[in-house]
């Protein structure tokens, strides 16, 4: 089974600052992909930003130059730094992961999710 597990976020004035964080664990031969996605009320679920196992970013065009994802060595844990936030920002934040896990009939790539954070920017 694997587990993903979120901190960070809350709430913050515009123009202010959070990080958020994501540690994977359980039982996983590889990560591939990991990445935050967001999903503010009556709206759907959308990609903010994504890191490949190779390193290889990529932010959604609302965020670019705001937001900065960090990986470790490891590739198990990122980070996502958000600066200047709006009032646009606010949504609950997932922590998503495309994870390689091996069982008795071979290996199986499957996507996790974590449980979501909320994150307000609200003066």
């Known amino acids: 089974q694997v587990q993903l597990v979120e901190s960070g976020g809350g709430s913050v004035q515009p123009g202010g600052s959070l990080t958020l964080g994501c540690s994977a664990s359980?039982?996983?031969?590889?990560?591939?992909?990991m990445g935050w996605y967001r999903q503010a009320p009556g709206k759907q679920r959308e990609l903010v930003a994504s890191?490949?196992?190779?390193?290889?970013?990529n932010y959604a065009e609302s965020v670019k130059g705001r937001f900065t994802l960090f990986r470790d060595n490891a590739k198990t844990t990122m980070d996502l730094q958000m600066n200047r936030l709006e009032p646009e920002d606010t949504a609950v934040y997932y922590c998503?992961?495309?994870?390689?896990?091996?069982?008795?009939?071979?290996?199986?790539?499957?996507?996790?999710w974590g449980q979501g954070t909320q994150v307000t920017v609200s003066s």
């Open positions: 890191i490949s196992a190779e390193g290889t970013l």
């Open positions: 998503s992961a495309y994870v390689g896990t091996r069982s008795s009939s071979g290996y199986t790539w499957n996507d996790y």
């Open positions: 359980g039982s996983f031969f590889r990560i591939n992909v």
